[in-house]
């Protein structure tokens, strides 16, 4: 740029700095120090359009191109107040002086951001447990800091065991919901003043833009929990532009739940945990999950590797995302902008002599076609796909272009499953059913075929509810377990699978006869021994 136009640039700068009743710095060619640099992240900087260029005693000047009263403009001043105990002194700057200035941060080999996580400290984990009113938690929010209030809604969610925490700016108020036991539940409202900086926060803890609101945006970031059992949660936040503001989901991945898993835990017992013990046991084959999403396909996929997961056996995944980091375990998440998608992936780990193949999810024919060719060459695939049951498996690949010559030898096992909420052990009661609701319960546990190994006594059933209590927090359920449909490949069902007749309602008939027991008889099964209610069966299986 020519040197008047430069000069004139500064003129106009100082100006400006006037204007705002700022001071004026002129910041071409000035070196900034590294350690200056380092105190505020390149895109925390960038989304607020500010350099840190000095440290004068417990002050740092920061110089910005704009009037610092932007969220990003506040979550430097918190952050360099919180992280480095040092206030902050605005100064006004030209766009030449931030744009020379910004590229300092290059030199920055090592950059070390404060994106790498947030610590939840024991003492906020207990004073979640103090609010035991929607009224009392929204005072409290409202008394914090956007940092502190962060870290009480994140509490929050691991107290209540929330899976995902929902923060939804509306026309005239922002709402915090969690999904606690798969349903949403309505926590409080939020300070709509303080919306764009806890938006900003939660875009710097992930690694996202700072100054993107229009489009959508995914990251993640790390929760560390000081002398908790759960040391680390991981953490991915999705960002969705609406007509009122960003829309944030929050999920929470507890790794350390990874090894709570087992079968009898998830909700399998009897003769289908036998089957699936023994087709887990095979050296190759498949066998695919299938379900809705928040169905649990993965928890279950995971609890097989769990169990599969020895010092000789190579087991490599390729998901999307990963979830949950396995030890002894290769995994490769897919990257749809670098063209690694599930089938060329899929090519590239069968050439890394795997035994074991997690593919996240079979959606395309490529990725089916592959799939299959691994299970029938001495591989063990597991899998998912969607469909409403384990019967729903068979037409969905053939519609999707497996052949059924193949299909029949290559599958083991499908499993149908749902979650349903547990009632909570503290106020669960017995209940007498209404006589349609009973009959009803009596006609469907009736069809178990005496092949399934189950005996049950129809004229002896009982059933509970759960009326709420401050264990629950006032909801009547509390955890979680599977429901699930296991069909087993057998010769009859492959020779209809062979025919070309493999209809959904054939297969789900045959594998009754066979001792099959669906999702929604096993999930009655278990309300009758008062592990949830016939109506939570109903919502989920029916």
Request: hydrophobic share 40%; net charge negative.
């Amino acid at each position: 740029m020519h040197e008047v136009e430069l000069k004139r640039g500064e003129q106009e700068a100082k100006q400006q700095a006037s204007v705002l009743g700022l001071s004026y710095v002129h910041l071409l060619g000035r070196a900034i120090p590294s350690d200056i640099l380092e105190l505020v992240p390149e895109e925390l900087a960038r989304g607020a359009q500010a350099i840190p260029f000095e440290k004068k005693g417990k002050t740092l000047n920061v110089g910005t191109t704009q009037k610092p009263v932007s969220p990003a403009h506040g979550e430097i001043h918190e952050e360099v107040l919180k992280n480095h105990y040092l206030g902050v002194e605005w100064y006004y700057m030209s766009q030449d002086s931030f744009d020379r200035s910004v590229a300092l941060y290059e030199t920055l080999p090592k950059f070390q951001s404060i994106q790498s996580g947030v610590s939840i400290t024991p003492e906020e984990l207990e004073q979640w447990k103090t609010l035991s009113t929607l009224q009392e938690i929204s005072a409290k929010l409202r008394g914090l800091a956007v940092t502190e209030m962060l870290n009480l809604i994140i509490a929050g969610a691991l107290n209540t065991r929330s899976s995902d925490i929902h923060i939804e700016a509306e026309e005239n108020d922002v709402k915090l919901r969690y999904r606690i036991d798969g349903v949403l539940t309505d926590m409080t409202e939020l300070p709509k003043e303080t919306w764009n900086r806890l938006i900003s926060r939660l875009k710097l803890l992930a690694g996202l833009k700072l100054n993107v609101t229009d489009q959508p945006q995914d990251g993640r970031f790390r929760i560390a929990l000081p002398g908790s059992k759960e040391e680390k949660v991981d953490v991915r936040v999705s960002t969705l532009p609406t007509n009122f503001g960003e829309s944030i989901v929050i999920r929470l991945l507890g790794s350390s739940l990874v090894g709570e898993i087992t079968f009898e835990t998830m909700g399998l017992r009897g003769k289908p945990l036998e089957e699936l013990r023994k087709q887990i046991l095979r050296p190759n084959g498949m066998i695919i999950t299938t379900g809705p999403t928040g169905s649990g396909k993965t928890t279950t996929m995971y609890g097989i590797l769990k169990t599969l997961n020895e010092p000789g056996v190579k087991i490599i995944t390729i998901e999307d995302p990963i979830e949950y980091e396995l030890k002894g375990i290769t995994q490769s998440q897919i990257d749809a902008k670098k063209n690694y998608t599930f089938a060329n992936g899929l090519k590239s780990i069968v050439r890394q002599d795997p035994d074991i193949i997690l593919v996240g999810e079979i959606r395309d024919t490529e990725t089916t076609e592959i799939a299959i060719q691994a299970a029938l060459t001495g591989h063990l695939v597991l899998s998912t796909v969607h469909t409403n049951s384990a019967a729903g498996t068979i037409p969905r690949l053939v519609a999707l272009g497996a052949k059924p010559f193949l299909l029949a030898p290559a599958i083991n096992a499908m499993i149908g499953q749902r979650l349903l909420r547990k009632l909570c052990e503290h106020c669960r009661k017995p209940v007498e059913l209404p006589s349609e609701v009973l009959q009803r319960v009596t006609t469907i546990l009736a069809k178990i075929a005496p092949a399934s190994g189950f005996s049950i006594d129809t004229t002896q059933l009982k059933f509970s509810i759960a009326t709420g209590c401050e264990a629950c927090h006032g909801i009547g359920y509390k955890g979680r377990l599977g429901i699930f449909e296991i069909m087993v490949m057998s010769k009859d069902i492959e020779k209809i699978i062979h025919d070309g007749s493999a209809s959904e309602i054939d297969l789900e008939e045959l594998s009754i006869k066979q001792g099959m027991i669906t999702m929604v008889q096993d999930g009655l099964l278990k309300a009758s021994e008062g592990l949830t209610s016939v109506d939570e069966v109903f919502r989920v299986a029916e």
